[in-house]
């Protein structure tokens, strides 16, 4: 997914564990994070959480993007700071339009 957004003009960094995520936002501050919910060490739920109390991810735009139904996310994710939801098994194109109507 990393590359496909690069192709499309985004300035990409990637992580493997909700961890590692929280430690990429030291040293760069994301206008937009697109977490996996079943992450190893801390779930995208958790890591969602962790960024809406850091001041300088706060801000940014967050995307539940995962293998989960939407119906199985929507209630948590709401909770836990999510913007938005897209499923894994959509083409890029359809990230990339939901980027575009969340970003202001």
């Not at 997914?1 to 690069?6: F, R």
């Not at 499309?8 to 990429?24: E, K, N, P, Q, Y």
């Not at 001041?55 to 836990?80: N, P, Q, W, Y």
Request: hydrophobic share 45%; proline share 4%; glycine share 10%.
């Amino acid at each position: 997914m990393s590359a496909a957004l690069e192709s499309d003009g985004f300035d990409t960094r990637f992580a493997l564990s909700g961890v590692d995520a929280l430690h990429a936002v030291d040293g760069w501050v994301p206008h937009i994070v697109i977490l996996d919910i079943t992450m190893p060490e801390h779930d995208g739920y958790a890591t969602a959480r962790v960024l809406r109390r850091v001041a300088r991810t706060r801000d940014a735009v967050i995307i539940a993007f995962t293998a989960l139904g939407e119906e199985t996310v929507r209630t948590e994710g709401m909770h836990s700071g999510f913007d938005g939801y897209c499923q894994k098994g959509n083409p890029p194109a359809a990230l990339v339009r939901l980027i575009g109507r969340l970003v202001h």
